[in-house]
């Protein structure tokens, strides 16, 4: 298990963007698989975007592929989700997750959380 601590979140209009920063208390180059999961009130946490230790493979849910970028930077033990032409439908906490275990995109695979930050797009 490591801490994990996000920030970034905010209030936008829809079309602007929000970059989320996730940061690691340990050095997320040993060998930690990360992603980002969402819950908008009301409605079950779901997957957003995934990325493998060394980012060379990623994966998205649908509603965000084109928008949404995953990546890390290792050397600064930080996970980020860079969100483009945001919508109300992207509003909900933002978590990120890790696991030591290979990339996913189910929640149960992930055995370290941090306490989320939020994500609020007006029209």
């Known amino acids: 298990q490591v801490h994990l601590v996000e920030s970034g979140g905010g209030l936008v209009q829809a079309g602007d963007s929000l970059r989320l920063s996730c940061a690691a208390a340990?050095?997320?180059?040993?060998?930690?698989?990360m992603a980002w999961f969402r819950q908008a009130p009301g409605k079950e946490r779901e997957f957003v975007a995934t990325?493998?230790?060394?980012?060379?493979?990623?994966s998205y849910t649908d509603s965000v592929k084109g928008r949404f970028t995953i990546s890390r930077d290792n050397a600064k033990n930080t996970l980020y989700l860079w969100m483009n032409s945001l919508k109300p439908e992207d509003t909900a906490i933002y978590f990120c997750?890790?696991?030591?275990?290979?990339?996913?995109?189910?929640?149960?695979?992930?055995?370290?959380w941090g306490q989320g930050t939020q994500v609020t797009v007006s029209s």
């Open positions: 997750a890790a696991t030591r275990g290979r990339i996913s995109t189910r929640a149960e695979d992930f055995n370290s």
């Open positions: 990325i493998s230790w060394s980012g060379a493979d990623t």
């Open positions: 340990e050095r997320t180059s040993s060998s930690y698989a």
